[in-house]
């Protein structure tokens, strides 16, 4: 059992449950996983020390629960982004750190700060309005733009450098609808030119040559808080190759990426450079081990290890798990020595020589002795 150091990370010095909480996470959650966390938002907003001697044994007695569905709990949690875990050399969890859901949050324009506390209070937060990660990131609504706001634009180099590439790109004059989609893009999605250029060359490239298509994918992004131009190269590369076969393995469709999982899979493929094979063998191998839980983290320890190893392709897997097998025989042998004993019959045991004379009898003379006293009876009787 190790013991476990809880962090309290950004949260407040009170105990307060977010109506995004509420209203988002703990609808499709599990009910012993909601006791969990509200216990531990409890225990970092406490001025004793119950949290200096914590335990999932501890949690889990308290809640009159397994500590195995205390450990499920808490990975499941931080599948969710709302708590990270961390891990001691045996792999066991040794740290909870709560998330804020104040990382991806919107601000709303056009009022005062007063309004905005007043927004916040109401939501139960002491910041702007939280959109949890996992259920993207919200966006303001398209508007129309008038001549005199547009105007205000004409000085903007931003402004100016996305309507000439967009001229480039498309070859031809920008109407009003297409000047309204890159103020959109700019004052709306607050995208740089940069950015903006990387999404009409993918468009382009795919085929899509007008700015409501390049518009259209520009919201996506923004639906995911993805921002620049290596997010959404990281975003690619999660869509397409081995990130559908990791999750097909998982049982998983994500509908909205994860930033751990985007950073798992580019920290297998691009740090440790492994195969699209080897990775498959290291989700097979948790798929095997466990099949609910932080599966991601489970398959990084394993391909860590690897990495550790020096593997290079399958066969270094083969050799690493022979190893094993030999180390574990070595240490199975060590602790049970007759596991490889031969069965065989036992054998008899010799009998005892004897230590005393054994006695002899002259059977016709014990029989001559009877008859002469049973004739000696029957005279006496008469």
Known sequence: MCKLVLDRGSIAEFTSVSNIFMDEYMPRANGEFIKIYLHLLRLV???????????TERIADKFNMLESDVIRALNYWAEQNLIT??????NEISGITLESILRNRYIVKGITSTETNLLASASGQSESIPVPESTGHIIPAKRKYTPREIL???????????????????GRPLSSNDINSILYMIDGLCFDADFIEYIMDACIKDGFNSLSSIEKRAVEYAKKDINSIEEAKADKKFREGISKSIYKIFGQAPTVPVRKEIAYIAKWTDTYGFTDEIIIEACNRTMAHMHSGNLFNYTDGILTRWYTNNVKDMSDIEKLDKLHSEEMSKT?????P???????????????????????YDYKDL????????????KSNK
Request: hydrophobic share 35%; charged share 30%; net charge positive.
């Open 45 to 55: 907003n406490s001025n004793n020390d119950i949290a200096d001697e914590l335990t």
């Open 85 to 90: 875990l961390s891990y001691n050399s045996r």
């Open 152 to 170: 205000d634009f004409a000085d903007n180099d931003t402004f100016n450098d996305v309507q000439l590439l967009a001229q480039t790109y498309l």
């Open 332 to 336: 199975f042998q060590k602790n049970i």
């Open 338 to 360: 007759f596991v490889n004993a031969k069965f065989s019959k036992t054998p008899k045991a010799a009998p005892k020589k004897q230590t005393f004379d054994q006695r002899t």
């Open 367 to 378: 029989e001559r002795k009877l008859i002469a006293n049973r004739d000696i009876k029957l």
